[in-house]
């Protein structure tokens, strides 16, 4: 059996020139480039909608000082605290007992408060703070596991020494040791983010009469980008487009409805040349009334009602029939008129 090679037999064949143009009007759609359009194109969104806005120092500086706080750091403490333990369950003996120990502890701190940790490693309760002289760490209002001991914390100066404070575990002398935090932050370092959120808000009440108003004027003034352009401050962008999303493409030229417009607008922009060349006048629109031009003499009559519009010859025989009699034809759309009353 004989063994086909392919480079061989290729190198045996000479088409014709006949040959290759019979081929290629028989193939014509494998040498059919995609249909393209190069088209110019603007984008009305939120954030080219928003970077139009314009905002003062003044309006800034208002939204700042209503809304102060904000921008202000919530206030940490650092405190170190002796507990003596007298809880719900313990005698009155035993608590007046914790008192009395927890104010000789009190005295001795506040004397020498450099002695503070020294004092809680030795007399402290609380076996999760003792080995580390009393200290609570940086803690917020609303993180303390007693209300009674925040409250003597946040109401005391750093390195001042307090006491003794009673709560849900017994009695506690505090000594304030660090102070971060509550203060608001500066006007211009935050002035970019409120530019930002006040832009959004804007944005949000002005979008759906911006939107519109972008509609209107595209529609009315079709030939030009140029009034979208200096109304909403907008950039124009061109590109290549096919009838089908390149891939990767993203923002407006993603949008399969956009370019499923593209090629229908050129399609009626051929069209109309077409016509133009052919000196044939543009078809009305469904529902407009034909004019007469001013001064003009009309192919056809004038309806019979004195109306802007002209008569034509009806092209149904019953019509036919009824207008003939007439000098004074009606318009079709008087015609109408009068048959829906019959």
């Not at 399609?267 to 040349?273: I, L």
Request: glycine letters at 6%; proline letters at 5%; aromatic letters at 8%.
């Amino acid at each position: 059996m004989q063994r086909f090679d392919p480079v061989a037999y290729r190198a045996k064949i000479n088409p014709s020139d006949e040959d290759l143009e019979a081929y290629y009007r028989g193939h014509q759609d494998l040498f059919r480039t995609p249909e393209q359009a190069q088209i110019e194109y603007v984008v009305l969104d939120a954030d080219t909608l928003a970077r139009g806005l314009a905002l003062g120092d003044d309006e800034l500086r208002k939204f700042y000082d209503a809304n102060v706080a904000r921008f202000t750091e919530p206030e940490e403490r650092r405190a170190s605290h002796i507990l003596i333990q007298a809880d719900a369950s313990a005698t009155a003996e035993q608590k007046a007992a914790a008192k009395a120990k927890a104010t000789a502890l009190f005295e001795q701190a506040k004397a020498r408060p450099a002695s503070f940790a020294e004092l809680a490693k030795k007399n402290s309760q609380d076996t999760a703070s003792a080995a580390l002289g009393g200290d609570l760490e940086f803690a917020r209002r609303g993180a303390m596991a007693s209300k009674a001991l925040e409250d003597a914390v946040f109401s005391l100066a750093q390195g001042e020494v307090g006491g003794p404070v009673e709560s849900e575990f017994g009695w506690h002398v505090v000594m304030v040791t660090g102070v971060r935090g509550g203060k608001a932050r500066a006007f211009d370092d935050v002035k970019a983010e409120i530019a930002t959120e006040l832009r959004k808000t804007k944005v949000a009440k002005e979008w759906p009469a911006a939107a519109e108003q972008f509609t209107n004027m595209a529609y009315e003034q079709p030939d030009s980008l140029k009034p979208l352009i200096d109304k909403f401050k907008l950039e124009k962008q061109t590109a290549t487009v096919a009838r089908t999303p390149a891939q990767g493409a993203s923002g407006a030229l993603a949008s399969a409805k956009l370019l499923t417009a593209v090629f229908a607008g050129r399609r009626g922009a051929r069209q109309a040349q077409h016509r133009r060349r052919r000196g044939r006048p543009e078809p009305a629109r469904r529902g407009a009334r034909r004019a007469a031009p001013a001064g003009a003499r009309s192919r056809w009559p004038r309806c019979a009602t004195r109306c802007a519009s002209v008569s034509s010859p009806s092209r149904r025989p019953q019509w036919r029939a009824r207008t003939a009699k007439r000098a004074w034809p009606l318009c079709a759309r008087h015609r109408t008129r009068r048959s829906a009353r019959r």
